[in-house]
């Protein structure tokens, strides 16, 4: 397999994973992407969104834009989110292996999607929500994916008789606080931090008071912000050079 990672590199993150106790993974749209997704953020998906619905997938994914113009934000949401089929990768069997070893203590979601079906991971968090997750914000009832896609039009509660709330995190809103902190201490706890590409909200992974050696390590061919931060950036695609590192 072609890759460009030095082998040094690689020998060094490999031998801090060997010897982790407490290993977090952070997926972000690279993982969405090599799984068949696509990333509604760069240039050419803009555009095209833009096109065929008059705004940018920021501006639709947005609690105002919600409020205002339910049917078009689903016309969206149900074409470009929930549409969007993403399988597994050799990346998320590297993190299989390391959930098999005891040293995998959590997964972070970034992405609305959660994981593939064949995947099973046992400490899952999804700060920013789920798709699968659908409710009434008047009574609270619980609405599965199929009945807000199969729903003509803008999925209703079939007794309010309301706009269903999708469960995801929509831009301008505040993340669950608990989930939230829940993601801090597992990043704090994290003896190495896997980034497996960007996320949309472009948090920050710092840990000022981490009283233990932590190794953070991005995954992604673009170049943003938090790359400071971390100790290496690893270029190549996710699911050739994950499992690479990961025996």
Not at 4 to 11: A, D, K, M, N
Not at 107 to 125: A, E
Request: charged share 30%; net charge negative.
């Amino acid at each position: 397999m072609q890759y460009s990672t030095e082998e040094r590199v690689i020998q060094y993150i490999r031998k801090k994973i060997q010897a982790a106790k407490k290993i977090v993974a952070v997926l972000g749209i690279e993982m969405l992407v090599e799984g068949g997704g696509y990333d509604l953020d760069t240039n050419e998906e803009t555009y095209r969104v833009e096109e065929e619905y008059g705004v940018s997938p920021e501006d639709i994914l947005s609690t105002s834009f919600f409020n205002a113009k339910p049917e078009r934000f689903y016309r969206f949401y149900k074409k470009e989110k929930q549409g969007m089929h993403v399988r597994s990768t050799p990346a998320y069997d590297a993190l299989l292996k390391l959930q098999q070893q005891g040293k995998l203590s959590a997964v972070v979601s970034q992405n609305f999607h959660g994981l593939p079906k064949d995947i099973s991971i046992q400490n899952l968090i999804e700060p920013n929500g789920s798709m699968y997750v659908n409710h009434c914000p008047r009574c609270g009832k619980s609405f599965s994916i199929d009945y807000v896609i199969n729903a003509a039009g803008i999925p209703q509660c079939d007794k309010c008789k309301v706009a269903v709330r999708p469960g995801i995190r929509l831009l301008g809103e505040r993340g669950d606080t608990k989930l939230m902190t829940e993601v801090v201490n597992v990043y704090k706890e994290a003896d190495v931090l896997l980034i497996l590409g960007k996320n949309m909200y472009n948090d920050f992974f710092e840990n000022e008071d981490l009283e233990h050696e932590q190794l953070k390590v991005l995954f992604s061919k673009e170049i943003f912000r938090c790359e400071r931060k971390v100790d290496f950036t690893i270029r190549d695609e996710i699911q050739v050079i994950l499992p690479i590192i990961v025996e």
